[in-house]
């Protein structure tokens, strides 16, 4: 081609031309968006508060199997988790296991008889420095400024780095689609999906509309929940007054599940 | 050039195959779904933000409500005019479903128009079918 001056004053003019059209465009892409005014958004009045909630359980109070049953139907009947036959796929938010193997140190060859056959309730114990945050890639897992350590199942990629993380074996994962596992839907409670990891909530959910944990609820006592941070507070009480353990404390996690033997 | 014939002849073909799903389709385009009420709704007379809003931007609202109801535990929100709303989108009659409990003809209906599918009923338990 030869270039001329008349050919490069076309080239230029279109060049202009097209850089012209670009504000025109950007203002036809920000049309369309309605206004909204900046809207309010409160807590529920009547939620439950705390700067870091905490659970003391009282095992002295429980003697067998079948104390433990109530406590962990109503959980299971209120977050909607699935009853497996397969074992490899059961769900637990809150379940029982014997001394041994829920307090791997303390345990000894000469553990007194209640202790040693009595069950234990394990559940997540809401660490004050959870693993399972630092270990989560999508910051599914979170923890609440009141301390518990929760779930957005939103988010939950399934990858179970945090299953892997988590000291306690809190966390459970949905190999199948756990909806046809459940028997009675709560339809105040979402259910899960395949592929999404899940764990105790704390019932959170109970909390914001004023209402203390399922379990607790459900416990005769046994189970109180209050504000570690609160000296006048129940659960503080309990710690004040009873020698109370924790599970693996020397991983230094922080759980806030404090067990009285 | 002897092939001209040929060429032109094939260069119509694929014309003709190019742009045949347009005149196909000519004039079938479905009328955009308009979202049926419920009584209930149609009582309320206002939603959580006005109508072209909701329209427009519901998914805005809805992921907002969930990072906060999830992470703040923020369940009540005001409205413009004042009114208090439960941020909730299926638990409780003052819920998005409490009130919109059609949700064949108020969710699907469009979103199956616009071939959108999104994933809240996988977890979210939808509200009973209507009896008619």
């Known amino acids: 081609m030869k270039n001329s001056r008349r050919s490069f004053l076309k080239l230029a003019g279109i060049s202009a031309l097209g850089l012209g059209t670009k504000p025109v465009l950007n203002a036809f892409a920000s049309g369309g968006h309605s206004e909204k005014h900046e809207a309010e958004i409160q807590k529920n009045p009547d939620a439950l508060k705390a700067k870091r909630w905490a659970m003391v359980i009282d095992t002295r109070k429980f003697e067998s199997e079948e104390d433990f049953e109530p406590i962990i139907e109503a959980c299971n009947k209120i977050h909607n988790i699935p009853k497996h036959t397969n074992k490899r796929h059961e769900i637990y938010w809150i379940w029982v296991d014997e001394f041994k193997h829920v307090f791997i140190n303390q345990e000894h060859e000469f553990v007194d008889d209640r202790v040693k056959h009595l069950p234990f309730l394990v559940l997540c114990n809401h660490c004050e420095k959870p693993a399972c945050v630092r270990a989560c890639p999508t910051k599914a897992t979170f923890k609440r400024e009141d301390g518990i350590v929760l779930m957005d199942f939103h988010r939950c990629i399934g990858c179970r780095f945090c299953m892997a993380a988590c000291p306690y074996g809190s966390r459970s994962f949905n190999f199948r689609d756990p909806r046809p596992f459940i028997k009675e839907e709560n339809k105040e409670f979402p259910t899960r999906m395949k592929g999404v990891v899940e764990k105790c909530n704390f019932c959170a959910e109970r909390l914001a509309v004023g209402k203390t944990p399922a379990c607790a609820e459900a416990s005769n006592g046994a189970i109180v929940v209050g504000d570690l941070h609160d000296p006048e507070s129940e659960v503080r009480e309990l710690l004040k007054n009873n020698y109370t353990i924790r599970r693996k404390p020397d991983l230094g996690a922080g759980p806030a599940i404090y067990y009285i033997v | ?132």
């Open chain 2, 1 to 132: 050039m002897n092939d001209k014939n040929i060429i032109i002849t094939g260069l119509i073909i694929f014309f003709v195959f190019l742009t045949f799903p347009f005149w196909y389709n000519m004039g079938k385009a479905s009328p955009v779904p308009e979202p049926k009420l419920t009584d209930k709704a149609k009582a309320a007379k206002e939603c959580v933000e006005p109508k072209e809003y909701m329209k427009a931007e519901h998914m805005q609202i809805l992921d907002i409500w969930r990072d906060g109801v999830v992470r703040e535990a923020n369940r009540v929100y005001i409205s413009e005019t004042g009114k208090k709303f439960n941020m909730s989108l299926s638990t409780g009659d003052d819920s998005c479903m409490g009130c919109h409990s059609n949700k064949a003809d108020f969710c699907d209906k469009c979103h199956d128009y616009a071939s959108v599918t999104p994933y809240c009923w996988d977890c979210h338990i939808e509200p009973p079918k209507e009896k008619k």
